[in-house]
T-cell receptor
Framework: AQSVTQLGSHVSVSEGALVLLRCNYS??????LFWYVQYPNQGLQLLLK??????LVKGINGFEAEFKKSETSFHLTKPSAHMSDAAEYFC????????????FGTGTRLQVTL | DADVTQTPRNRITKTGKRIMLECSQT?????MYWYRQDPGLGLRLIYY???????NKGEISDGYSVSRQAQAKFSLSLESAIPNQTALYFC???????????????FGPGTRLTVL
């Protein structure tokens, strides 16, 4: 079985500050990991993904995440928050052979203040 | 035009009514999914379909049924709606025929369903 834990249902940062959204996963085999973003009244959009290879993954809008196998983590970061980053962020895990199913975390709502 | 569309976008109905939510895609993908989103619970898989003849239950399929009318269309039905089915429903697609072994899914804009 696979699972995802997102620490912190709400995170608030000041504009220009570092964004750090935490994600830990559980998987019995090497995982595929994803971060999705949901802007208000919209569907989910893929930010970035890790499948194989380089463990530091760069995505859209300046976000990046690092796969750390020893810590079973895939935290999302952005050096400098922008007001437009305010949204809900979901971490998800899949793995080869699971019939393509994604398991989502419960989400983290990011608030960006002036 | 959007690649994955959902209709209706918003629906209010009463307990006991039959409701159908529709999803269409122009991406040519073979796999389609229905999720529901509840505050604090993230997205949970209701049903998924690998092709027209292959339908599979997800983790919360009770009270729901689906129909894959064509490769591009996947409908979700609530035979007798109840208030705890009030949620945001998302359709998604993916394509493993591309040869990629991972499962990147593409989401529709969602349907907000309220059951009174």
């Amino acid at each position: 079985a696979q699972s995802v834990t997102q620490l912190g249902s709400h995170v608030s940062v000041s504009e220009g500050a570092l964004v750090l959204l935490r994600c830990n996963y559980s998987s019995s085999v090497p995982p595929y990991l994803f971060w999705y973003v949901q802007y208000p009244n919209q569907g989910l959009q893929l930010l970035l993904k890790y499948t194989t290879g380089a463990t530091l993954v760069k995505g859209i809008n300046g976000f990046e995440a690092e796969f750390k196998k020893s810590e079973t983590s895939f935290h999302l970061t952005k050096p400098s928050a922008h007001m437009s980053d305010a949204a809900e962020y979901f971490c998800a895990v899949s793995r080869y052979g699971t019939a393509s199913k994604l398991t989502f975390g419960t989400g983290t709502r990011l608030q960006v203040t002036l | 035009d959007a690649d994955v569309t959902q209709t209706p976008r918003n629906r209010i109905t009463k307990t006991g009514k039959r409701i159908m939510l529709e999803c269409s895609q122009t991406k040519g993908h073979d796999r389609m999914y229905w999720y529901r989103q509840d505050p604090g619970l993230g997205l949970r898989l209701i049903y998924y379909s690998f092709d027209v003849k292959d339908i599979n239950k997800g983790e919360i399929s009770d009270g729901y049924s689906v129909s894959r009318q064509a490769q591009a269309k996947f409908s979700l039905s609530l035979e007798s709606a109840i208030p705890n089915q009030t949620a945001l429903y998302f359709c998604a697609t993916s394509d493993l025929r591309s040869g990629l072994s991972y499962n990147e899914q593409f989401f529709g804009p969602g349907t907000r369903l309220t059951v009174l």
